[in-house]
């Protein structure tokens, strides 16, 4: 783990000295009392733990949205997510940089070998932000707020994968087992997102266990987190965390503005860099910006494959044939939309994960390939042909499709123009339609009244379990085809068999083989066309020190509580 | 003609040529990418520089004055023929009837009409022509452009009504229809060409912010809109400045059409 | 006064019926806009068929455009403006909270656009000068051509206040019809007598000129209330201004009923206190003049 060194020792250091030259200069005894103040002042500083110099400060950055709420069990939007994470106190972390799981609250735990039971030790001595103790009947009384059907919450739905009640079961103030109904894969993992909350505490979800806690918000505008005086974490040092003072957030959602913010030194950083602005200040100030390699997101495009769907029959024809996609996918240029959209901070997707999911990815799945050529054969060896530059089924119907994505996103609007241009040398016409994103989402998941369609997946979590609910033909986030009531196809039936087995194993290595034929289907089957994996882009000020951007998010603060600012 | 209105003329005609004379001056066509060229600043095979997918941005000025300029001041002349229908003779009524006109006026001013633009989207194939579509979005400005100056209109010709040479033209038994388009329409002239004038940049930008609703020109159709928007990225447009210049020939249009609306204007006086 | 005393009463009855008319056609027309049952919270990954299904139902509770509308009328008139769905609060709080920061902003905007209009127009009529004519449109014609967003931007870029960007986004439309409204002023014939019998330019322009256009003026000046209210919305949005204008976009892409109908019904009350007062001044000038 990256943090800022305390610099306690270089005080004390220059404290020592400072000492010495004054017993050379008073020698005579000119101003004993000024050497037994300096004395004082060290035997404070080395005994009774506090906080160095050199600490303190305020860190001020963007959010894009206003966050909807301060409940951490009821989070669902970035900004929610952002404040949850840096005022929640967890009982475990996954570091953002090692991806390894660490002790917080707890200071152990164990997972049963049926995956269903997991026991947490837990610190003891600890207070909530307002002094309301801690204890395990607060970590018993956050899980059964989570696991309430009612509540629908995303956290917990992580947790749900049967049906039945959740057992908790305090044993000591410091010990608690809590146990679900069925397997829940990676349970000790899903911990990272779960805030604790106070049984007792009058302050509700504002009392918290984390670095900072919520001092002032004014909607709209600003949120202002201040430190926790009771966070229970020190450094080496004995030093109490967290060395910043306080965390101001603006409600920021264009990008121009947060950039220009940063430029004139108003906002210490930016957690996601779009690439044309990451290349105009590496230019001038390349220290300030980090690149940290692909991230796990991706960008990707699919056809419509509903049955139902109000669109015409010969269409729904090419987009459920494999090869049709395939072709599509193969006259793709993914290079050129790393390079001309991302400017080089993107590579070519592979298939549903991207190579910085180290783990899970699939090795020996082959980089995507761009050959027009090859694309227009495939698609003539379906009946499809070519007259007067435009492609033709074998019915004579035009080759002409539309791809639907959300306004404001200028990446995905340059993409669809890009791909709209290397489809059109094929003979294929692409209508672009940028769509206000609640039409979008409509036609996506209730009218079914689209074509094609560019969005963009952003993985919060590493195990491929985060993503059940679009593998699964059942799902509602199955997007190119939801709600089966049984599957379609024979390979979604294999998907669907595949995904079901990887959740029920405990044995690592038997789920990456399942999820490896999961991937290996979506690559030959292509319901989506992957397109790229961005990298992780962040800005940060010179102004702070201890920041070492990482591809998990939050990128930039993930370690908050080691941060500083110069003054 | 001033020489002022004599030069507004040779721009207007100059544009409209250039405009016109797109396909022989730039047959590549607007939609061509160079895409090892991308964002470029000016250079001698690319005037105005390129745009962010490599494609020739003087092109793109020139294709898209032509739908900008065509439409836009149709867009406007609807505009200003509601407006003046519906204030003008409300005004020249007054009672009853223009409370009421005004009212409906008011309630255009006020209502969310994004939506109305969201469900025209909705109503329209998704493979609607681009040429349709942008019909379709300036008339659609074209219809709810008019409230402003329809209540300035209607404030004018009441005062047209209660005015002595109108009061002597009913008292001398001219007919009322008469007596609104021959003494009352001209007399409103100064607003209505104001009206025009107005709403032909305005149209013009309105269509590119419709963009976002799926509406207005489609990729990779251009337009004089979607060309400024290019300045929304504020960070860099200091180390830009040719991006400047559909802004600028925008500007020029515009005044243009105003020094020769201006030889209306005294003429309506 | 009387006839006028029932004007402002006339008005007051139509005011009331606009203000209800217009909540109601803004419910219909964010319901029937596509997107209004669907939140993006259900492409969540992690949320379950349960939990997506919830989400939706809860959307449908507001289907009935009617009976939402009784029911909201019901609970305003005991002063309860209902819930935001996008931002969990209730809206009287939220609209409270940043009415306060627009009309501010909005006061600043169209005083400055005002300024501007009024010092351009004036002066462009008293000096009678063709090439002042020709830079003053000029001027006007360049704020006009800038896109809204850009003046927000250009705003912040300067470290100036967004009212700026509004009075910039006002002025253009409250200049042209100013000066062509004194320009038909200045044409009638009792100008010419007066410029004959040797009155001088400042003269003819306050006591002849003025007052003949100040009907119409007024109206232009209502105009511009809904033209600022209308640009209140992007600049607010850009700038990150806490005020009604940035709740009013994030209730329109969130579709966010209770709040838009609310936003609406301020809207339309500000938009036609502003007509109804000009209209009434207006009147109440004309028959001072006659």
């Keep these: 783990m990256n943090h800022s060194p305390s610099p306690i020792q270089s005080v004390q250091l220059a404290v020592k000295s400072f000492c010495g030259s004054l017993r050379k200069k008073f020698a005579r005894n000119r101003a004993p009392h000024t050497v037994a103040v300096v004395a004082a002042i060290i035997f404070g500083c080395c005994f009774f733990p506090g906080r160095a110099a050199a600490q303190g400060g305020e860190l001020h950055f963007c959010l894009r949205t206003e966050p909807k709420t301060f409940d951490p069990l009821k989070v669902e939007d970035d900004a929610s997510a952002a404040v ?172 121009d503005v947060e950039m220009l913010r940063f430029k004139r030194g108003e906002v210490d950083l930016i957690n996601s860099l779009d690439s044309e602005y990451f290349d105009k200040l590496a230019a001038t100030s390349p220290q300030l910006v980090h690149d940290a390699g692909s991230s796990l997101d991706s960008e990707q495009m699919w056809f419509n494959q509903v049955a139902k769907a109000p669109i015409p029959a010969y269409k729904k024809n090419w987009f459920h044939s494999a090869n049709f996609r395939n072709a599509i996918s193969e006259a793709i240029n993914r290079a050129d939309l790393s390079r001309v959209v991302y400017h080089g901070h993107a590579q070519p997707a592979f298939g549903p994960f991207s190579p910085a999911n180290k783990f899970w990815f699939n090795t020996h799945l082959q980089p995507p390939a761009y050959n027009a050529d090859a694309a227009l054969k495939a698609l003539q060896s379906e ?69 094609a369609i560019l969005l963009g997946l952003t993985n919060v979590d590493l195990d491929p379990n985060g993503e059940m609910n679009v593998w699964l033909s059942s799902s509602e986030n199955h997007q190119w085809n939801p709600q ?28 990456k083989e399942a999820f490896d034929q999961v991937q290996e289907i979506v ?45 | 003609m001033s020489l002022a209105q004599k030069t507004a003329c040779l721009i207007l005609a100059l544009v409209l040529g250039a405009s016109a004379a797109a396909t022989w001056l730039a047959p590549g066509g607007y939609a061509k990418q160079d895409r090892e060229a991308i964002a470029e600043p000016p250079s001698h095979t690319h005037w105005l520089g390129t745009d962010e997918l490599g494609r020739d941005r003087f092109t793109r000025v020139m294709y898209g004055t032509r739908i900008s ?86 404030s004018s010709a009441a005062s047209l009504r209660s005015s002595d040479f109108v009061r002597q033209a009913r008292a001398a038994g001219i007919p009322a229809q008469r007596l609104f388009w021959v003494h009352t329409v001209p007399n409103l002239k100064p607003v209505l060409l104001a009206q025009f004038w107005i709403s032909i940049p305005v149209f013009i930008l309105s269509e590119a912010n419709l963009g976002i609703l799926g509406l207005g020109v489609a990729e990779p159709m251009p337009s004089w809109g979607s060309l400024l928007k290019e300045l929304q990225g504020l960070v860099s447009i200091g180390e830009e400045p040719w991006k400047f210049v559909p802004l600028i020939l925008l500007v020029i249009v515009v005044t243009s059409f105003q020094l020769l609306l201006s030889r209306q204007e005294e003429f309506a006086l | 006064m009387p006839k006028l005393r029932w004007k402002i009463v006339g008005h007051l009855f139509s005011l009331l019926g606009v203000i209800l008319i217009g909540g109601f056609l803004s419910a219909v027309l964010v319901r029937l806009a596509p997107g209004f049952d669907t939140d993006e919270r259900e ?70 656009a005002w300024a501007f209009t009024l010092s351009l127009a004036l002066s462009a009529a008293w000096l009678r000068l063709s090439t002042y004519d020709h830079l003053a449109t000029l001027v006007s014609g360049t704020f006009l051509c800038i ?54 330019e400042g003269r003819i322009l306050f006591r002849h000129v003025l007052p003949v256009i100040t009907a119409q003026l007024l109206s232009v000046a209502g105009v511009s209330v809904s033209m600022a209210v209308g640009a209140a919305i992007p600049v607010e949005a850009l700038c990150g201004y806490a005020g009604v204008g940035q709740l009013a976009w994030q209730a329109a892409l969130a579709r966010d009923l209770p709040l838009l109908v609310n936003v609406t019904v301020l809207v339309t009350v500000v938009t036609l206190l502003a007509n109804s007062s000009a209209d009434i001044l207006g009147l109440a000038w004309r028959r001072h003049e006659a």
């Design chain 1, 523 to 567: 690559v030959e089957q292509k319901p989506f066309l992957f397109l790229i994996n961005k990298n992780a882009l962040s800005a940060v000020s010179t102004r702070v020190q201890g920041a070492s951007p990482v591809i998990l998010w939050p990128q930039t603060f993930w370690n908050a509580e080691w941060l500083t600012v110069s003054k």
């Design chain 1, 383 to 451: 009946g499809f042909r070519m007259e007067n530059g435009t492609l033709k089924d074998k019915e004579g119907n035009p080759v002409i499709f539309s791809i639907a994505t959300n306004s404001g996103n200028k990446a995905r609007e340059r993409m669809a123009v890009l791909i709209q241009d290397d489809l059109q040398k094929i003979g294929i016409h692409v209508n672009v339609v940028t769509l206000d994103f609640p039409s979008l989402i409509e036609r996506m998941t209730q009218s079914f009244d689209y074509e």
């Design chain 1, 484 to 511: 089966q009531k049984t599957p379609e196809t024979p390979w979604e039936a294999e998907i669907d068999r595949l995904m079901r087995l990887q959740a029920s194993s405990s044995n690592a290595k038997k789920r």
């Design chain 3, 43 to 112: 492409l969540d990954a992690h949320l379950n068929s349960e939990s997506v299904q919830a989400l939706r139902a809860a959307r449908r509770n507001d289907d009935n455009v009617l009976r939402f509308y009784v029911s909201y009328m019901t609970r305003a008139a005991h002063g309860d403006l209902g819930m935001s769905a996008a931002l969990g609060q209730p809206v009287r709080t939220l609209l409270k909270e940043r009415a306060p920061s627009t009309l501010r902003l909005l006061a600043l905007g169209l005083g400055m």
């Design chain 1, 84 to 255: 949850r994470y840096l005022t929640g106190g967890v009982l475990v972390r996954v570091n953002r940089e090692t991806q390894d799981l660490e002790p917080e609250l707890a200071i152990s735990w164990k997972v049963s070998k049926d995956g269903r039971q997991i026991s947490f030790r837990l610190r003891s001595g600890l207070s909530f932000s307002d002094g309301t103790p801690f204890s395990a009947e607060d970590v018993a009384y956050t899980v059964q707020r989570l696991m309430d059907p009612a509540l629908h919450s995303a956290t917990g739905d992580a947790f749900r994968s049967g049906t039945g009640s959740v057992e908790t079961k305090v044993i000591s103030p410091t010990q608690i087992s809590i146990t679900f109904p069925a397997q829940v894969v990676g349970l000790d993992r899903l911990f990272d997102q779960v805030a604790i909350l106070s049984e007792h505490s009058p302050k509700k979800e504002m009392a918290v266990l984390g670095p900072f806690m919520v001092a002032d918000y004014k909607p709209g505008s600003s949120l202002l987190l201040k430190r926790n005086a009771n966070y229970w974490k020190s450094d080496a040092q004995g030093h109490k965390l967290p060395y910043l003072d306080s965390i101001r957030l603006d409600v920021q959602p264009n990008r």
């Design chain 2, 69 to 154: 300029l065509l439409l836009a001041p149709a867009a406007a002349l609807l505009s200003t023929l509601l407006a003046a229908a519906i204030g003008g003779l409300a005004g020249y009524a007054g009672g009853t009837w223009a409370r009421l006109a005004m009212a409906v006026t008011d309630l255009f001013l006020s209502l969310p009409w994004l939506f109305l633009l969201i469900t025209v989207r909705a109503l329209l194939p998704l493979n609607v022509s681009p040429l349709v579509s942008v019909l379709v979005t300036f008339m659609l400005l074209g219809f709810l452009g008019w409230t402003a100056a329809a209540r300035v209109l209607c």
């Design chain 3, 147 to 200: 896109p809204a967003a850009v003046l927000a931007l250009l705003s912040i870029l300067w470290n100036v206040s967004s009212s700026l960007a509004i009075a910039l986004i006002v002025f253009p439309h409250t200049y042209r019809y100013t000066r062509n409204l004194l320009i038909k002023a200045y044409s009638r014939p009792h100008i010419l007598a007066a410029r004959a019998r040797g009155l001088g």
